[in-house]
């Protein structure tokens, strides 16, 4: 059951969903019955020319979302101003013949999103690539991209910084090296390239192949912050061990990887002022790369520094291999493994603002033992997720979120799993005042299970974090509690009962599914100060049918704009 309400839309909004309502009855009847079948024309004059750029593909983005777009609306849309354009969600309208019109009007584009558009032909996406030499982003996810689509980009692309070719089943490890070397002009492309998105690619080529692509796309591009595919770990191994020389790689008329490495150490040298670490090396056309020694290749290895700032799903067992390769790195995504000995540490990466850890299985690793590693970076960290972990000990959440003065989401998911039960129970002290300060706060996310959260020292202990935490993070505006033992009840009493003047006034979005609360303790958010929209209350077996009514009467009298959630 959920109360319907929806947030003030913007002038501009009503607007283009008016336009959008109308678009077929006043804008495309005249279109389509006299120039459908000649569209391959420069400008239309109408009413779309005048719209900045902005609207115009926000217009494109309504209308294919409602499924209201046609190929005669896209053709009215497609205007010589846009800078930015997005097809994805008319995906289904782009064909060769749409693509060529693309080419024909968008001649200034920046960036072109064309995931899904799988009905246009590689032929016609060279085409189009070649005539948009302005693109600093680029998105061909889930499209018929292949080794030429990939060398006419990094022919024709050097200003690009971001490719997408996800899921595209004709690009192989050749076609990689394609989009990073020209063999014909015997140089380097797309050397501004900072993200390069290669998920699910890997059924063209042996996985060795696409280990020896990545490694090459690793050396010879010298801003590369970010590249995703499941072979990249193993990629960054291969240059740590130095191995730069692998067997049957690469074909014919590219570099070896040991001759990029080279060429790369010399031009950040050479950058820095420095003489080139080798400095009578020859360049890449002065002897056949294959001809490299293998102590040259350790040598080079040793002094390269990859640039990356963001990994996904690295094992924790690979912590300290890449720590000394990437050592600006800014996000990351550790994979927790069942090993006793706990020997990595973060220290390595002082610029850390994005960390999540996560145990893939059955939580096997505690919060307890991470915590040591954690705190070398806790005061850059902007983004903590912990998943999938076992909280021990009542007080090390806490003693986390006190080192994390910066912290603006946090979103974690235990097992509690307390090991000191005791027959005698401690007398259960009043909570504290004091504020756990965390004025950049924004999302607080907290799911709990486990058998051992109806100890009443756990939820006692819990209860005053909650408190201590509400009270220091003004700037709250997503709280999510779900599992949560304790009696919410006190916690929200406290908290909005506290000298501090309105708390929680930013205060957005609550979810409080599964957790200890009564129809008292959600009164008490909807009486406070604050601009909810969502209150969410699945499963809260303590509010009632008839509480949920009540609770949706009382939104109404006061006008709030909230729907609430309850089953």
Request: aromatic share 6%; charged share 20%; with cysteine.
């Amino acid at each position: 059951m959920m109360s319907q309400s929806s947030d003030v839309v913007s002038l501009t909004s009503l607007c283009l969903q008016n336009i959008a309502e109308n678009m077929q009855s006043v804008w495309m009847t005249d279109y389509t019955d006299k120039y459908m079948e000649d569209y391959n024309f420069m400008y239309i004059e109408g009413p779309f020319n005048q719209l900045a750029g902005t609207l115009v593909q926000e217009l494109i983005r309504i209308l294919g979302d409602s499924h209201k777009l046609t190929k005669a609306g896209l053709h009215l849309l497609l205007q010589p101003h846009l800078t930015e354009l997005s097809l994805r969600s008319c995906a289904g309208l782009v064909n060769k013949a749409m693509a060529q019109l693309v080419t024909l009007r968008c001649k200034f584009l920046t960036s072109l999103d064309l995931h899904s558009c799988n009905r246009v032909p590689a032929a016609s996406l060279v085409s189009l690539v070649e005539r948009l030499p302005r693109l600093l982003t680029l998105c061909l996810s889930d499209t018929q991209s292949d080794a030429l689509v990939l060398a006419a980009i990094g022919t024709f692309c050097q200003r690009l910084r971001e490719l997408d070719v996800s899921r595209c089943r004709k690009i192989s490890p050749p076609a990689l090296l394609s989009l990073v070397y020209n063999v014909r002009s015997g140089q380097f492309c797309c050397q501004a390239l900072r993200v390069l998105l290669l998920q699910d690619v890997k059924p063209q080529g042996s996985p060795e192949q696409w280990v020896f692509a990545l490694c090459f796309a690793l050396l010879a591009l010298p801003r590369l912050e970010q590249l995703t595919n499941p072979s990249l770990a193993d990629a960054m191994r291969l240059i740590y061990v130095s191995n730069l020389t692998p067997s049957g790689f690469p074909p014919e008329n590219f570099p070896s990887l040991a001759e990029v490495a080279r060429t790369r150490a010399g031009r950040e040298d050479t950058s820095k002022g420095q003489a080139a670490i080798q400095s009578s090396a020859p360049t890449v056309h002065e002897h056949n790369p294959r001809t490299v020694r293998v102590e040259d290749a350790r040598t080079v290895a040793h002094h390269t520094a990859l640039r990356l700032k963001k990994l996904e799903d690295l094992d924790e067992a690979d912590v300290s291999i890449f720590g000394s390769l990437c050592q600006g790195l800014e996000e990351v995504a550790i994979s927790l493994g069942n090993q006793n000995e706990h020997l990595w540490s973060l220290v390595q990466w002082p610029n850390l603002t994005h960390l999540i850890l996560h145990c893939p299985e059955h939580p096997r690793r505690s919060l307890e033992e991470i915590l040591s590693s954690i705190h070398p970076v806790s005061k850059s960290l902007r983004l903590l997720s912990l998943q999938n972990l076992l909280w021990c000990h009542e007080d090390s959440l806490s003693t986390l979120l006190t080192w994390c003065p910066n912290l603006r989401s946090f979103e974690s998911h235990f097992t509690v799993l307390c090991h000191n039960v005791s027959h005698n129970a401690p007398e259960l002290l009043p909570w504290p005042g004091d504020p756990l300060p965390l004025p950049l706060l924004h999302t607080f996310s907290l799911l709990l299970e486990g058998e051992d959260l109806l100890q009443s020292i756990f939820q006692h202990k819990l209860g005053g974090l909650l408190v201590s935490l509400l009270r220091g993070c003004p700037n709250l505006k997503s709280l999510s509690l779900c599992g949560i033992p304790t009696l919410l009840d006190g916690v929200f009493e406290v908290v909005y009962g506290s000298k501090q003047s309105q708390p929680l006034q930013g205060l957005r979005e609550v979810s409080l599914c599964s957790s200890n609360i009564t129809q008292w303790g959600v009164s008490l958010i909807l009486r406070a100060k604050n601009d909810l929209r969502t209150l969410d209350l699945s499963h809260c077996k303590d509010v009632t049918c008839r509480d949920y009514h009540r609770l949706q009467e009382r939104a109404r009298k006061d006008k709030r704009n909230v729907s609430i959630t309850w089953q």
